[in-house]
């Protein structure tokens, strides 16, 4: 099959967040199985030429646009979004196609990412419906976070470069606004996001963000697939980043990493205090505030507890005075910094999830594979990736309901279970089996593109 594969971020090119992870490694793994894949992305400052390759065989072609897209962020700066994001982004997805039928590359799926591709399955439906080139390509829209739509002014209609009559109830009108996403839900073929449970969820008003009533009426089902790891760069056993390797049957390098993150925050060096991380945007969505309110109750135990994050500013000052007020137990590394986090994810005992919502989650995962054991709120990919401690396949404590005292009863128990070595190796040995490989995502992903093709 020949896919035409487009999203705003493709790791190693452009990163802001796990979109970028997953169009940098899942167009491989299809390849893998026989796919012809072509990437598609936006040229942003500091990308050289015009094309490069992800894997051999596997073409990212660029997207050029001086005056859109050489820019220092991607979808803004330390002032806001970029005001004239839908034009930026329409363009994106009108270059894209044309550019397309010039490869003479005739997709049989179009797979687009999230709001900034979602204006794809709409043009193809519309402006491109009589197009004999794209005349049997069918179109799938992953949605790899619904809080995210693209929302814009009325008045910037004329900026998608589709036909006005398209600002409608059962087009892209949403409360008197533009909403780039909601357009994509209704004009594509099929629907997918990153989790099974998050798949469901997005049909309820609670996770909806008031396009489950859109997502609901949609005839076909939305197909819920887990996003994959890249395991080589996540690899205990052969990852350069960490203070020693390990592996699942010879866990002793662990401890190494243990003693190496105790000493890095300056905490006491002592084996039996169990290590807490979290590593995260620091943002609503990932219910820091749940934590905030009972940091001061946990690390009066005798735990230790370091944050890795960036994000929203009055999360930097609130875990700056966490640290302030326990110097001997917490430490605060405030920035986005892709080396320190192996160092993290490989000494820490026990990860942190309280998340309101979350798609699918990288870091849970990320975690299992150090034998560093999840504790998470129980929803979306957090709920599908981790079994809570009881059940014979337990890898994990997961909670509810997303409350401060939730968590910290879940974390007062993921202390109880760390005095209990055999149990505690337990959990680790499990989390450190699954396979989290993206060989198994994409083969799911084959299986849809198959459906979607018939259908
Ligand atoms: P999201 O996509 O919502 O940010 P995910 O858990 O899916 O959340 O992916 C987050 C990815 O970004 C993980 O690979 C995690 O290790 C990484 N990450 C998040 N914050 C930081 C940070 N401050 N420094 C380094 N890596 C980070």
Redesign the pocket.
């Known amino acids: 099959m020949k896919i035409l594969f487009c999203a705003s971020e493709v790791y190693p090119f452009a990163k802001t ?3 970028a ?1 997953v169009a940098g490694s899942l167009p491989a793994a299809l390849s893998r199985l026989g796919d012809e894949v072509l990437v598609m992305t936006p040229k942003y400052r500091g990308t050289q030429g015009e094309s490069a390759e992800l894997a051999p065989g596997v073409q990212v072609r660029f997207i050029e646009n001086e005056a859109y897209f050489n820019r220092s962020g991607l979808y803004g700066n330390d002032q806001g979004d970029y005001p004239d994001n839908l034009k930026r982004f329409s363009f994106f997805c009108h270059e894209a196609l044309r550019i397309c039928e010039e490869m003479r590359f005739q997709p049989d799926i179009l797979h687009a990412h999230d709001w900034q591709a979602a204006l794809m399955p709409v043009i193809l439906k519309t402006r491109l419906v009589k197009d004999r080139f794209f005349a049997k390509t069918r179109s799938v829209l992953t949605i790899h ?1 619904l809080a995210y739509q693209g929302h814009f002014p009325a008045k910037q209609f004329a900026d998608t470069g589709l036909d006005e009559s398209l600002f409608k109830l059962d087009g892209f009108e949403f409360y008197g606004k533009i909403n780039v996403l909601k357009a994509g839900i209704l004009y594509a073929d099929a629907l997918s996001t990153v989790s099974s449970t998050y798949a469901k969820e997005i049909k309820t008003a609670q996770y909806g963000f008031g396009l489950d009533g859109v997502i609901r009426a949609k005839k076909k089902n939305v197909r819920g697939i887990l ?1 994959g790891l890249d395991c080589d760069l996540w690899d205990p056993e052969r990852d350069p980043k960490i203070q020693k390797n390990y592996s699942a049957k010879d866990m002793t390098g662990k401890r190494e990493c243990k003693t190496a993150l105790q000493s890095l925050c300056r905490f006491e060096a002592d084996e039996k205090k169990p290590v807490f991380t979290m ?3 620091l943002a609503e ?1 990932k219910g820091l505030d749940l934590f905030t309110e009972i940091a001061d109750e946990f690390l009066s135990m005798e735990a230790q507890f370091v944050l ?3 994000g929203d500013r009055v999360y930097h000052t609130a875990f700056k005075n966490i640290a302030a007020r326990h110097p001997k137990n917490a430490a605060v590394f405030l ?4 080396e ?2 192996h160092g993290l ?1 490989a000494g820490a005992d026990f990860f942190l999830m309280p998340s309101y919502f ?1 798609p ?5 995962m ?1 975690a299992m594979r150090y034998g560093t054991v999840p504790v998470v709120r129980r929803t979306g990919g957090l709920a599908d990736t981790v079994t809570d401690a009881g059940s014979a396949r337990a890898n994990g404590f997961s909670f509810n309901p997303c409350t401060g005292s939730a968590l910290l009863k879940a974390m007062k128990k993921a202390m109880q279970c760390f005095r209990d070595p055999v149990k505690m190796a337990a959990l680790r040995k499990q989390g450190m089996a699954l396979d989290l490989s993206w060989d198994k995502s994409a083969n799911e992903y084959l299986g849809f593109y198959g459906q979607v093709k018939r259908s």
């Open positions: 967040g796990g979109l992870d976070n996003n590593i995260t945007r969505q890795l994050g960036e920035g986005f910094n892709a320190n986090a994810y979350e699918c989650g990288l870091g849970q990320i």
